[in-house]
T-cell receptor, first 116, second 113 residues
Framework: AQSVTQLGSHVSVSEGALVLLRCNYSSSVPPYLFWYVQYPNQGLQLLLKYTSAATLVKGINGFEAEFKKSETSFHLTKPSAHMSDAAEYFCAVSQNSGGSNYKLTFGKGTLLTVNP | DAGVTQSPTHLIKTRGQHVTLRCSPISGHKSVSWYQQVLGQGPQFIFQYYEKEERGRGNFPDRFSARQFPNYSSELNVNALLLGDSALYLC????????????FGNGTRLTVT
C-alpha cells in the first residue's frame, strides 16, 4: 500500500520568505507524486506532478518540488511567498500500476499562512 | 470552457436517509472519480469510472455506490447515512483513464445530523 506523510499541519511564513512544505512517501513501486492546492470553499488544483522524468519538477505559480528517492521525499518549495499563496496544500501519490490519475492517496494537508 | 460542476453545493440530511450527489465532467472528459474529504483530512478515493464502467473502488462500505451515464456525467449515492458521512465530496474528471491530470470540482458539502 502507498502512503504519504506531510510534516507540519500548519506552516507560517512572512511575505517574501522561502516556502518549504514537506512530504514523504511510501511506495512499493516507482510512484507518481503530486502537489495540489486547495483554496477555501474550492476544489483542488494541481500544482505539479512527478512521473519519473526529471527529478526537479516545476509547477504553476512559481512552485517546484524535487523527487529524492534516497530520502523518499517530494518537498514543495517556492523562493518568495506571496499573500495569494495562503491555502491548504496536499501531497499525493498514485498507484503507478493504474496510471498517474488512478486512486490518489493524499496526505492530511499543510495549511500555509503568509504574514504581511 | 466550463470546469467540473457538482450539485448541489450544500446539503443537509438526517441519519438513515439517502443522498444523491451529481457531477458533470469537463466536456470531452470520459473518466470521473469521486473523493471524500472529511474536515481536517486529505481527500480519500471512493470510485473511478471510465466509459460507464467502474474501474476502481476505495475502502468504503457498500452503502456507497455510483454510476456514470452515456454523457459521462456521474452520480454518487450514499444510503443509510451516518454522522461520519459528513464531508466534502469531490468529483474529478480527466480526459482518459490513465496518465492524464485530474480536474476537480468545488465539491458538495454534506452535513448529516
Amino acid at each position: 500500500a502507498q502512503s504519504v506523510t506531510q510534516l507540519g499541519s500548519h506552516v507560517s511564513v512572512s511575505e517574501g520568505a522561502l516556502v518549504l512544505l514537506r512530504c514523504n512517501y511510501s511506495s512499493s513501486v516507482p510512484p507518481y507524486l503530486f502537489w495540489y492546492v486547495q483554496y477555501p470553499n474550492q476544489g483542488l488544483q494541481l500544482l505539479l506532478k512527478y512521473t519519473s522524468a526529471a527529478t526537479l519538477v516545476k509547477g504553476i505559480n512559481g512552485f517546484e518540488a524535487e523527487f529524492k528517492k534516497s530520502e523518499t521525499s517530494f518537498h514543495l518549495t517556492k523562493p518568495s511567498a506571496h499573500m495569494s499563496d495562503a491555502a491548504e496544500y496536499f501531497c499525493a501519490v498514485s498507484q503507478n500500476s493504474g496510471g498517474s490519475n488512478y486512486k490518489l492517496t493524499f496526505g492530511k494537508g499543510t495549511l500555509l499562512t503568509v504574514n504581511p | 470552457d466550463a470546469g467540473v460542476t457538482q450539485s448541489p453545493t450544500h446539503l443537509i440530511k438526517t441519519r438513515g436517509q439517502h443522498v444523491t450527489l451529481r457531477c458533470s465532467p469537463i466536456s470531452g472528459h470520459k473518466s470521473v472519480s469521486w473523493y471524500q474529504q472529511v474536515l481536517g483530512q486529505g481527500p480519500q478515493f471512493i470510485f473511478q469510472y471510465y466509459e460507464k464502467e467502474e474501474r476502481g473502488r476505495g475502502n468504503f462500505p457498500d452503502r456507497f455506490s455510483a454510476r456514470q451515464f452515456p454523457n459521462y456525467s456521474s452520480e454518487l449515492n450514499v444510503n443509510a447515512l451516518l454522522l461520519g458521512d459528513s464531508a466534502l465530496y469531490l468529483c474529478a474528471s480527466s480526459p482518459e483513464l490513465n496518465n492524464s491530470p485530474l480536474h476537480f470540482g468545488n465539491g458538495t458539502r454534506l452535513t448529516v445530523t
